[in-house]
């Protein structure tokens, strides 16, 4: 594949679909470029596909679709700049309006063909076993030690230590550790606390713990590490997709991943997004 560009269009979405085949027809044509898509949008407007982790290849990848769908490409991709048209309702990723795709995708063509690109990058976490036995995929959003399941009966005692000082220890339904971009998604859920996404900062959260546990901000560089005990079992989850068992007792060790997701393109606008969850 020889393609500078990749464009991945939301699963079932006829618009981003449509808007895929706009953007290749106009690259083509203005730009000589030849973009591959994913290959559900090559099926449906019959243009060149490849799957998605071989866009890892591309100069560029555009997403199309709400913030899962940039974290599905961003897993694919690696470190490969990704610019994300927003479709979903809030965007706290994709800071491209679908009115302005063209515009702000030929802009980054022609640069790309001048020059490299400037973008931003997006801290990703990474969960590892002991001795390093196994590591999970990074997740851009947060990692979660729960036990064997939610719910009365189901949880597990998780200890919580920082640089191997003990900050938390109870019987819980577990304990998540995410970055700035994570701190919207299942964070704020379990009532953690919002990290603007410029902040340099990770945060640890309880999740329905025996005894209270107040969120924990900490610096990137610090040894986070959680400790489950006291089940039949357990469980390691990285962005609520990537799952591995545990065997009580076991600890996880969770730290910043060597290779950050790189955002092209304008930066999405943090509080305009909140306001969209009123």
Not at 17 to 43: H, K, M, N, S
Not at 115 to 124: I, N, V, Y
Not at 169 to 177: K, N
Request: glycine share 10%.
């Amino acid at each position: 594949m020889e393609a500078a560009v990749g464009v991945v269009a939301q699963r079932k979405n006829d618009r981003a679909q449509a808007l895929a085949e706009t953007l290749l027809a106009v690259l083509d044509r203005e730009y000589g470029e030849r973009p591959v898509v994913d290959e559900e949008t090559g099926d449906a407007i019959d243009a060149t596909s490849v799957p998605v982790s071989a866009m890892a290849a591309c100069e560029l990848v555009v997403s199309i679709g709400g913030d899962g769908t940039l974290l599905f490409v961003a897993r694919e991709v690696g470190d490969t700049p990704v610019l994300g048209v927003n479709l979903g309702e809030v965007g706290y990723l994709n800071a491209v309006d679908p009115s302005d795709a063209l515009e702000v995708v030929c802009s980054l063509v022609g640069r790309l063909q001048a020059s490299t690109l400037d973008g931003h990058e997006l801290a990703r976490l990474v969960a590892t076993g002991a001795d390093d036995e196994w590591t999970l995929e990074p997740a851009l959003n947060e990692v979660v030690v729960h036990g064997p399941r939610r719910g009365h009966g189901g949880g597990a005692t998780i200890a919580v230590l920082v640089d191997g000082r003990r900050y938390h220890e109870s019987h819980a339904d577990g304990v998540l550790v995410a970055t700035p971009t994570g701190s919207t998604a299942y964070n704020l859920s379990e009532d953690g606390p919002l990290i603007n996404p410029t902040t340099d900062a990770l945060v640890i959260s309880g999740m329905a713990t025996a005894e209270p546990m107040a969120p924990l901000v900490v610096d990137p560089a610090v040894e986070i590490e959680l400790s489950i005990s006291d089940a039949d079992a357990g469980y390691v989850i990285a962005d609520g997709r990537n799952r591995r068992p545990l065997e009580p007792p076991a600890t996880v060790s969770v730290s910043v991943a060597d290779a950050p997701v790189r955002l092209v393109g304008p930066r999405p606008h943090f509080f305009e997004a909140l306001g969209k969850l009123e």
